[in-house]
C-alpha cells in the first residue's frame, strides 16, 4: 500500500541548509514532503516512492525552496516610535547623546508603560506581518521597554498573542537587564537587585520567557551586574543571550560564552579571545547590520576572525525604534553581504539554519530536514542569490509554517 502524505511539494529546487554540507545544500530536482506539520521527506525527486500518495500536491514550478526564514534578534513590542531622535542624529547628536540626555531607550519605556497588552499587540501586528510577508516562520522577541515587573510582564504577553495571532512561531526572550529607568535614580546596582530578586522570578513563575537577555555596555550595564542576571536565570533554569560589545570591547562576548550563552549579538567591537571563546562555547554571533547601517558605526564586526575560528554566524533585523527600526530580514541579507562582507551562503544560513541555532530551535526548524516542522519560504528566483542581491524586492510566492 502506498504511503500517505498530507502535502506533496515537487517540480521543486531545494537549499536544504543542511549543517553537514559547505554550500546550502541544493538539491536541483527536489521534493518535499510532510505529515502531522513535520518534514518527512527533504530530498531528490528520484529517490522518492513514485505511487506515494498526498491529500494535497502542489508543482513548484522549478522555484527554489528555502526553509521559513528565522529572525532571532527583535525587540518588536514597544510604545512610540523615536522619529525625533532620528532628525537629532541627522543633526549630529550620537546614540550614546541622546541616551544620556534622557532619550533613547528610557523614551520608549515611557510610551510602552502607558500602553495596554492590547495597544501593544496593535502597534507590533503590522511590524509582524512585514517579517512573516518575506517568509519568516520564526521571530524572536524581547521586553525590555518596561523596566518594571508590570510593564515587563505585559510586553511579553503581548509578544506571546502575537503568536497566537499569526501563523507564526514566537520566541520570547526577558531583557529587563536593558537601561536604567528614570526612578533607579542612576544606581545600577539596586536596579539589577530588583531584576534578579523580583523580576526575573516573577517572568519564570509566569512562564513568558523562553530566554534571558542583557545589553552589557558602558551607557548599560557591567560585566559584574550582567554576571548576577546569568546567575539569577541559570538558577531558574533559563538559557541566556548578551547584547555584547557593540559601542565598545568591555569583554561581552567572553562572558557570554562563559554562560553558554546561545548568542552573542552586535559584537562589532568582539577581539580575537571573544571569538574563540564563542567558538569553544557554541555560542552564535548574530549579526546586526541595521544597526550598524543606522547608528552609522564605523567599526565593522570581526567577520573574518569568526570565519577563522569558526563561529556561527546568524543574521537578524535588530527591529526596534531606536537604532535598527527594519522589519525586512531580506534586506538585512544585503546588508550583511555588503556592509560586513559576508558571502551568499552565509547570509542565507544567517537567516534560516543559524537563526534557529541562535535560538535553541535548529532540532525543530531552520533546515529542510525530515523531523522538522515544515516551514518553508518558495520564491520566484532563478538562483538563490537573488535573495541576497536585490534591494527593496520581494520574490517570496509562498509560506508555509508547520505544513500550512
Partial sequence: MAERFDRIWHNARLATLRADRPDLGEIEHGLIAARGGHIVYAGAEADFPADADAIKRIDCEGRWVTPGLVDCHTHLVYGGNRAHEFELRLKGASY??????????VST????RKASEADLVASAL??????????????????????????????????RSLGRKRPVSIRTSFLGAHALPPEADGDKDRYIDLVCKEMLPAVAKAGL??????????????????????ETARALGLP?????????NLGGAALAAKFSALSADHLEHTDEAGAVAMAKAGTVAVLLPGAFYFIRETQ???????????????????????????????LATNMGATLFRMTVAECIAGVTREGARALGVLHETGTLEAGKW????????????????????????????RGQ
Fill in 126 to 159: 503590522p511590524r509582524l506581518d512585514a517579517l512573516i510577508g518575506e517568509g519568516a516562520t520564526t521571530v524572536e522577541i524581547k521586553s525590555g521597554y518596561g523596566l518594571d515587573t508590570e510593564t515587563e510582564l505585559r510586553q511579553l504577553a503581548a509578544a
Fill in 374 to 401: 515544515c516551514d518553508l519560504a518558495i520564491w520566484d528566483v532563478e538562483r538563490p542569490a537573488e535573495l541576497v542581491y536585490r534591494i527593496g524586492f520581494n520574490p517570496l510566492h509562498h509560506r508555509v509554517w
Fill in 109 to 112: 519605556v515611557a510610551a510602552t
Fill in 240 to 248: 541566556v543571550k548578551l547584547h555584547a560589545d557593540q559601542l565598545s
Fill in 209 to 230: 520567557a523562553d530566554v534571558v537577555d542583557a545589553f552589557m555596555e558602558g551607557i548599560a550595564f557591567s560585566g559584574e551586574q550582567t554576571t548576577r542576571v546569568f
Fill in 300 to 330: 565593522k564586526p570581526p567577520v573574518e576572525t569568526f570565519r577563522k575560528h569558526g563561529v556561527n554566524m546568524a543574521l537578524a533585523t535588530d527591529c526596534n525604534p531606536g537604532s535598527s527600526p527594519l522589519t525586512s530580514l531580506l
Fill in 96 to 105: 550614546e547623546e541622546i541616551a544620556r540626555a534622557g532619550g533613547g531607550i
